[in-house]
């Protein structure tokens, strides 16, 4: 069964490209649009402003705080009655460097505050932290599918992994479309409709 969605998709594959087709399409006018320049960089509002965006023609909770437990495989994320206190935690956190930018963003995929899209929504939103405190983003067509699922699996206990991953897929080139772009055509591939979809608890 498909998640509850505003088309009235009832297959899960079926829902799996039509939302992979949307959400890079408004990922595309984000960027083109400048419609998260405004937003708080590093906070969960500029987060949710994301999401809200990729989302709210599919999905009635874009943007908004899941109300339910999930879990990735053997992962759980943040319990429901927590995330709050997590969410005014990661947004307390610093971003002054790349460690501290990488450790917001393992906290904030810890948190996982929405019910779906959130790897898609996280990455631009660390993209946006990094441009702004270190004028670099991630060039994640250098980062391997495998090794990044991998490492964020096991980032929440030693988070060296993933920093030294996404560190060498660093570029300076913070307003080329084509690097963006990259970033969409992955973005999908890595959330996933298998293995690594989140499921309900």
């Known amino acids: 069964m498909a998640l509850k969605n505003k088309l009235g998709i009832n297959n899960s594959a079926e829902l799996a490209r039509v939302e992979e087709r949307i959400s890079k399409t408004k990922a595309i006018k984000l960027y083109e649009n400048n419609i998260v320049e405004n937003c708080e960089v590093g906070k969960f509002s500029g987060l949710a402003k994301i999401h809200k965006f990729l989302f709210e023609e599919i999905y009635d909770f874009a943007g908004k705080i899941r109300t339910v437990n999930i879990a990735k495989g053997n992962f759980r994320f943040a319990p429901v009655m927590y995330l709050d206190a997590a969410l005014k935690h990661i947004d307390d ?70 920093k030294v991953l996404l560190k060498n897929a660093l570029t300076d080139q913070i307003d080329d479309r084509e690097v963006y772009i990259k970033g969409i055509d992955v973005s999908y591939y890595y959330e996933g409709y298998n293995t690594f979809k989140a499921k309900e608890l």
């Not at 929504?121 to 991630?138: A, G, N």
């Not at 250098?142 to 988070?159: C, F, G, H, N």
């Open 93 to 162: 956190m610093p971003q002054s460097n790349f460690d501290e930018i990488i450790e917001k963003y393992v906290e904030m995929n810890v948190a996982h505050p929405f019910r779906e899209g959130n790897g898609r929504s996280t990455r631009i939103w660390l993209d946006l932290i990094l441009k702004k405190e270190l004028k670099l983003v991630i060039d994640w067509n250098r980062v391997d599918k495998e090794d990044y699922l991998l490492a964020m699996e096991r980032s929440p206990i030693k988070d060296v992994e993933i």
